[in-house]
């Protein structure tokens, strides 16, 4: 059943959501949708893409797909120009892909430092450079980053990772104070732990919902991928135009201590 999300007024907006086949990025893709906006999908799984698309269409919005790996600029050139081309605008573009593994910092290896620094911020620059240069000579657009807790403190295993979502927030204050001025508005989205299919067998470990409930999150339980939706969609509305560079942590509280 569709949610009523009219009061941000993304009615007919055209936005951009990569990582959308599943998790946080396909309950956003939706819920844009729920408020009024056509959406373009991006990820490299075309499939699990049109089953997203199946829902968005059937709330009677437009839902493009678009099967690109953005760790290569010319990928994300190309989701770009085809978003142009097909709706004629971009007001939204919603970076979620992000890719890492959980390696202890001794054992990185080149290959996984690539890897996550390529999909999870290079591909967030170049997808915002693309998307800022149709929003400024169109009046303005909104730009959502989604960084982590990982951004602001740090864990085990995951020495990459936390750089590079710490470089995600400082881009988004930089992007931001370059643009707003031009009427791009950037700010970001920082998620904690998150229930998703990708994740189900971490959460599953003996202890590890005790630990993660107990001690790193005061609310008392980890977050679901639609308790996003309210910050990001807020992010994209008019009603944060004067929220510039922010990062708005969603993280149960993570962050407090």
Not at 113 to 137: G, N, Y
Not at 235 to 242: A, E, G, V
């Amino acid at each position: 059943m569709s949610r009523d999300y009219t009061c941000f007024g993304l009615k007919d907006k055209v936005a951009i959501v990569t990582g959308a086949s599943q998790g946080i990025g396909k309950s956003l893709a939706i819920s844009l949708a729920e408020a009024g906006a056509h959406v373009a999908l991006v990820s490299r799984t075309q499939s699990a893409l049109e089953e997203v698309a199946k829902e968005i269409r059937a709330l009677d919005r437009e839902a493009l797909v678009i099967p690109v790996d953005i760790s290569a600029v010319s990928s994300i050139r190309e989701m770009i120009n085809r978003t142009h081309q097909h709706f004629g605008k971009i007001d939204i573009l919603i970076n979620n892909a992000a890719w890492t593994a959980t390696t202890d910092a001794l054992e990185v290896t080149e290959e996984e430092w690539d890897r996550t620094v390529d999909t999870s911020l290079k591909s967030i620059f170049f997808a915002s450079q693309e998307a800022a240069r149709i929003m400024i000579p169109q009046g303005g657009g909104k730009i959502i980053n989604i960084g982590s807790t990982l951004g602001q403190v740090t864990f085990k295993g995951r020495s990459v990772y936390a750089a590079v979502k710490a470089g995600v927030h400082h881009l988004t204050r930089s992007l931001a104070y370059e643009w707003s001025s031009k009427g791009v508005n950037v700010n970001a989205v920082g998620p904690c732990i998150t229930e998703t299919a990708t994740r189900r067998e971490l959460f599953e470990r003996p202890g590890y919902k005790e630990w993660a409930t107990g001690q790193m999150l005061p609310v008392g339980r980890w977050a679901q991928p639609e308790d996003f939706v309210g910050a990001t969609l807020f992010l994209c509305s008019s009603l944060s135009d004067m929220v510039v560079g922010h990062i708005l942590m969603v993280d149960g509280g993570w962050t407090l201590h």
